[in-house]
């Protein structure tokens, strides 16, 4: 297991195991990060009303996107269309979470710098972690002067 996953495991011990290893569904998602980040769906795409965008409400700059898609995406034998959320690690955390965990190398975004959080398959508290990260990674950095 590697560091950051070991840190996530060994945050979870303390937590209500029965809530927290328990999926969440998209409403329950959006609930988290308006009373989080005080952030809700913004819905962008002309048409498309199951797509949302959650942003930094300063920035605008995007921090996650949630949306519909088949499982065979992420190498089901299943057309089933479940809800998923991209999201933005760092580097150095890409890689620290798999299958296992819900978490997939990250649908029609950069696979580099995002992953996709299946939300039926992903306990929470690995879901709601993996949007802090996104969040923080997301977020306006500090102008550094030039000397």
């Known amino acids: 297991m590697d560091f950051f996953a070991k840190i996530w495991y060994d945050d979870s011990i303390d937590n209500d195991h029965e809530r927290m290893n328990a999926p969440m569904t998209k409403q329950e998602y959006f609930a988290h990060c308006a009373d989080i980040y005080g952030t809700v769906p913004d819905y962008p795409f002309e048409e498309?009303?199951?797509t949302a965008v959650l942003r930094h409400a300063d920035t605008r700059k995007w921090y996650g996107i949630v949306m519909k898609v088949p499982r065979r995406k992420f190498g089901f034998d299943s057309d089933e269309a479940v809800d998923v959320v991209n999201l933005k690690l760092p580097?150095?955390?890409y890689g620290s979470f798999g299958a296992a965990d819900g978490v997939y190398p990250a649908y029609h975004m950069?696979?580099?710098h995002w992953i996709s959080v299946l939300l039926p398959d992903a306990q929470t508290e690995l879901t709601q972690f993996?949007?802090?990260v996104s969040y923080d990674a997301t977020k306006q950095k500090p102008k550094t002067k030039r000397p």
């Open 48 to 50: 498309d009303f199951e």
């Open 110 to 112: 950069n696979k580099m």
């Open 130 to 132: 993996l949007t802090s």
């Open 91 to 93: 580097l150095d955390m």
